[in-house]
């Protein structure tokens, strides 16, 4: 049980890291749509390649931001009835949840959305707006990281709740 949640503390501390990083991509957004605000209605400029650009960072955070959100217990669950649950129902949930939901999911959109990344590889995808941003395909290519990202999470709760139960905790 140790290696269990010995491995569990290394994922969590692998997507924390990962959470803190795209913490940094907000205020890298929160600057690029001031600036974008400013050049366009100051000085009557704007730049399709900068808008498309916040949309990938925003898409950046949406899809690295899920597991950390989801570490640290803020994604969406009813939480009107977990907080009422006892301590052994909830290690439960913790791992019925993963184990039976958010695992197979997130293998299902890893494998549905790998054929679509692939494809946008493949063609060298690229921005359909003139003066949009070329490399499409690795905005593309977030789904699955993030996703990937959501199953690391997934596995360290899910190993934490089987040390806990064998634990008798």
């Known amino acids: 049980m140790k290696n269990l949640l010995l491995i569990s503390k290394r994922l969590d501390a692998s997507i924390e890291r990962i959470g803190q990083i ?3 991509l907000i205020f890298v957004l929160v ?4 600036g974008d ?4 209605y100051f000085f009557h400029v704007s730049s399709i390649a900068e808008q498309e650009f916040q949309w990938h960072i925003l898409a950046a955070i949406a899809m690295f931001g899920s597991a950390y959100t989801f570490q640290q217990g803020e994604h969406v669950r009813v939480d009107l009835f977990y907080h009422s649950y006892s301590e052994k129902l909830k290690i439960w949930m913790d791992l019925l949840i993963p184990l039976l939901i958010i695992i197979p999911y997130s293998v299902f959109i ?3 959305s790998s054929d679509y990344v692939a494809q946008s590889f493949a063609t060298g995808e690229v921005s359909p ?3 949009g941003l070329p490399y499409r395909y690795l905005v593309k290519s977030l789904i699955p990281l993030g996703f990937t990202l959501i199953l690391i999470q997934a596995v360290a709760i899910l190993f934490r709740s089987i ?3 064998k634990e008798g905790n």
């Open 110 to 112: 890893i494998y549905l």
């Open 31 to 34: 600057v690029l749509v001031a």
């Open 37 to 40: 605000v400013l050049f366009r």
């Open 22 to 24: 795209s913490s940094w």
């Open 129 to 131: 707006d003139p003066g």
């Open 163 to 165: 040390t806990k139960i």
